[in-house]
């Protein structure tokens, strides 16, 4: 189905061309002068230069084409505007198009298509905190985005499990424990089915290897060794690491369901091992890697950098591969596995320059071919009401089950105290407006900007929150329900001027959709549902509808609703929470 705009547009260019002038000049826009018009279109302006004549009678002429069925104004003003405002019968038939059509009338522009969504980044062993938070929220929906559109999107987690990360943990446990099996290079055995640590140890272990080796080189050699050897395939490593992932994993999928974020792709930096050796064998058979100070780099600058792009490192002095050589590597395993027509990357935006880097060797290195899109899409920051990156109270990173559970909690006493729901519904209602306060108080930022968490604000059952779009979901559903079937009822002629606005905020789905797919910026839909949230409640607020005597207009009413409720949780969906069935 066509946008809105989209159809309007083409009907002014035809009304350009009936009237003799070029059909390019009927572009139309939303209109900013809301007080006067819903849409607008300027081009009679741009056409008098073209035709040499007053663009006044240019646009008076165009006016006089168009189907007057379509608007309830056509107004040709000074110096040559056209002003429009919409039919009862076009806002009709247009959404009646809409409630009938399969994906509310949204085109897949990407059917036969597939992205790679790269949102996780969690490293094991690490608790989650509050820094995966942005990159879980954001490329969940970003996903969800993709999909409505009809692609294959796949969210890949892309676990750090390769690192330095593993080294310290087997560095430490051998100096705790040095008589376990995996430490001895004779033993030749079954390792144990058991892990040899608890999820809590592992989480105490990895801090105080950090620690350690700051202060003491001789710790931070021992560390870089077992990181070396396990990436060799040492044998009794490997054991452990395994037992590492499988702690970590575990408890990560769990918080991510708590989220409701799910990968398709448990893949991980480990993953990527075995694409190394060649990767690098062909950077170098292609000239591209030089050597430097013991290093092998690939020169990625280009003519016209206004920063410098210093080389990317392809493999460290010691032989080692580092963060760029697993990005590398992984992209020629998702060209082979996935053939992905896009990857998109989120991480933090101080993250830049390395996606720059590994963009750009990429490319030079055949592994991404031209098609191929790379968008990298680095956020802000989380802030806390100081306006400084959020700490705990005791002034540390947050666990983000940590900050799952207060804003649990925080929802939990208000759902208690104002009764909302009946015992054994708690729990669920509480979780679902928790998700949605923690993800709209996130999404309806610009990714890339920084924001404060505040709690309270999120939390809110009236503003700019989730809480907010919930309510009104809960408002509809309820009257529905109290109505009977309604499914099948057809969109009629708006009642009233609520109606009417109601109606036109409706008509922008699609536009809103799109946006928020082409500039990755779900933003877009949180804004729009705040419109069209208000525009529900503006409507129910001034109209009686279940009051309404004569059953046609309450079909009516009872229709518009309705799909105010599907265009609604549709939007949420897209950003990755669902509404309780009361509040
Ligand atoms: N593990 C990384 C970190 O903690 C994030 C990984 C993001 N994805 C990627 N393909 N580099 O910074």
Redesign the pocket.
Known sequence: MEKILDMITAKMQRAFQDAGYDASFGRVTVSNRPDLCEYQCNGALAAAKQYHCAPIQIARAVAEKLDAGDYSLVDAVMPGFINLKLSDRFLQNYLEEMRTAENLGVEKIGAGKTIVV??????VAKPLHI??LR?AIIGESLKRIYRFFGYNAIGDI???DWGLQMGLIIAELHERQPGLCYFDPDYTGQYPEEPPFTLSELEEIYPAASAKKKEDENFAAQAHTATFELQQGRRGYHALWKHIMNLSVADMTRIYDTLDVHFESWLG?SDADPYIPAMVQSFKDQGLAVESEGALVIPVAEEGDKKEVPPCILVKSDGSSI?AT??LA?MVQRMQDFHPDKIL????KR?AL??EQ?FRAARKGGIIPEGVELEHLGFGTMNGRDGKPFKTREGGVMRLERLIGEMTEFVHAKVVENQIVEESEVEDTTAKIALAALKYGDLSNQPTKDYVFDMERFAAFEGNTGPYILYTIVRIKSILSRYGAWENLPIRSPANVYAKDLMLALTKFGTAVEGALKGSAPNLICAYIYELAGCVNKFYHETPILKEADETVKAGHIALIGLAKNVLETSISLLGFSAPEKM
């Open positions: 790269d949102y996780g980044g969690p490293n820094g995966h990159s892309h676990m750090g930096e963060y697993t990005d992984t990357y989120l991480t933090d993250q390395h996606f590994v």
